[in-house]
């Protein structure tokens, strides 16, 4: 399964959310690959 999360511009929480999301995932017993980037 893969799960991309797309969000808006800066102070929305990006970092914490996709932590957030990697870490439900991994709890789950996903293999989990987190990337974040900053434009």
């Known amino acids: 399964m893969r799960t ?3 969000t ?3 102070g ?3 970092t914490t959310l996709a932590a957030a ?4 995932a ?3 017993g ?3 690959l987190l990337l974040t980037a900053d434009p």
């Open 30 to 32: 996903t293999r989990v």
């Open 21 to 24: 999301t990697a870490r439900a």
């Open 8 to 10: 808006g511009p800066g």
């Open 12 to 14: 929305a929480g990006r």
């Open 26 to 28: 991994a709890r789950a």
């Open 4 to 6: 991309v999360l797309v």
